[in-house]
């Protein structure tokens, strides 16, 4: 398989690199983050980035956008543009709102950690960190060095 033309600086694994996510990005929106188990006699419930969106807009509209923008938005578009990069379809001047927009994705790193630890804090239930925070964070942090290799070239 030959890869597209691209800009005259990617290299192929980057920009291979790059194109995966936009395969596992969305199958992390759908993986669960975590398991919650409110009392020892009930079955936990799996909780993903789409899960908790849809529990988040029926409390707090303006808030499940705010976390939607920085969930799913900011990294997709980063990937895209990135890709649009590498393909020699948009200027390379735009590289620092892309990394912006890099900057977007990690915030919601920090957020769902932030939930596990007040989470446990209560003593209300039970919470299990589940694989899909580490493809998430994976992502994320893919996205992030990608970034940051095609800065320096």
């Not at 446990?120 to 992030?144: D, N």
């Amino acid at each position: 398989m030959t890869l597209p033309r691209t800009h005259p600086r990617a290299h192929p694994a980057l920009v291979w690199s790059n194109l995966a996510l936009l395969i596992l990005f969305p199958l992390a929106w759908f993986a669960p983050l975590m398991r919650a188990q409110l009392l020892p006699f009930f079955g936990a419930d799996d909780i993903s980035v789409i899960s908790g969106l849809l529990t988040l807009w029926e409390e707090d509209v303006l808030l499940a956008l705010i976390v939607a923008v920085f969930a799913l938005i900011a990294p997709i578009l980063k990937t895209v543009a990135l890709a649009l990069i590498h393909l020699g379809r948009l200027p390379a001047r735009l590289r620092p709102g892309v990394s912006l927009l890099g900057k977007l994705a990690m915030a919601d790193i920090f957020l769902i950690a932030l939930y596990i630890v007040i989470a446990k804090g209560m003593g209300v239930g039970r919470l299990e960190v589940a694989w899909g925070l580490y493809l998430f964070t994976g992502c994320v942090l893919a996205s992030l060095i990608i970034s940051r290799i095609e800065s320096k070239h």
